[in-house]
């Protein structure tokens, strides 16, 4: 799929992309914060609740997946949730979306994913959570 990707994106002027493999966490934290990320886009089949997810709601990114696994929660107003074997001009209807849509709801969209991860993925306020569930037992 690799080589499938390189091959129809190279060339495109309009589109970034590269392909890093493992990278620690802490790299992926300094790229989010000098770079512009537009979007993060999983599509997978067997995915559970992606930590990469949850990473990209905490800094605030759009979030596009397919409806597979644990990935339609990192969806609330933030993204588009498309369907589990998704067409690929379904993905590319949720792009160009993105692409046209006005900046503010796009704003709005972002924000969205930061509140989601503050609400349900922040492990230090579950962990808290957790232990106070755990005294009243």
């Known amino acids: 799929r690799r080589r499938y990707a390189e091959r129809v994106l190279s060339g495109k002027a309009n589109i970034s992309y590269s392909f890093k493999g493992q990278v620690d966490r802490e790299e992926i934290y300094r790229y989010y914060s000098l ?60 792009i160009d979306s993105l ?20 609400d349900d993925f922040d492990v230090e306020k579950n962990i808290k959570e957790f232990e106070h569930y755990l005294e009243t037992v």
């Open 99 to 118: 692409k046209c849509m006005p900046r503010d709801k796009y704003v709005d969209m972002r924000n969205n994913s930061f509140k989601l991860w503050c």
């Open 35 to 94: 770079n512009e990320v537009n979007a993060y886009i999983l599509l997978s089949y067997q995915e559970g609740l992606s930590v990469a997810s949850m990473e990209a709601l905490a800094h605030g990114l759009v979030i596009i997946t397919n409806d597979s696994g644990g990935s339609p929660e990192t969806i609330r107003g933030n993204g588009f949730l498309l369907p589990e074997f998704p067409k690929p001009s379904e993905v590319k209807m949720a």
